[in-house]
């Protein structure tokens, strides 16, 4: 094999791997692009997620609210209402007896 030869035989094999790099490269370009949008797209359904996990959580403490506020009062309603449902008993029985 000549010189000659050799040498365009180097400058195919360069071109052609000039051509397989910009492949590569366009590829390369193409696959950030597809992972930049999913990455949008995952965050843009990690932000939905977060907010509706938010909803829920404010709704259950809005609720634990609710029902805390309600044994609160059945306590004080009891405690308080105690010594006067012990004397309207009394007069009941005061009032029966006679």
């Known amino acids: 094999m ?6 365009t ?15 590569l490269d366009r590829d390369i370009k193409a696959t950030n692009e597809r992972i930049e949008k999913e ?3 995952l965050n843009q359904r990690l932000e939905e997620e977060v907010k509706r996990w938010d909803e829920r959580f404010f709704n259950l403490v ?11 009062i059945a306590a004080a309603s ?14 009941v029985e005061k009032l029966i007896t006679q």
């Open 78 to 91: 009891v405690v308080v209402l105690s010594p006067v449902l012990g004397t309207v008993i009394e007069l």
């Open 39 to 41: 990455s949008q797209c």
């Open 9 to 23: 035989r180097i400058l195919t094999l360069v071109e052609l791997t000039n051509s397989r790099l910009e492949q």
């Open 62 to 72: 809005k609720e634990q609210g609710q029902t805390a506020r309600t044994i609160i």
């Open 2 to 7: 000549s010189e000659q030869e050799q040498l």
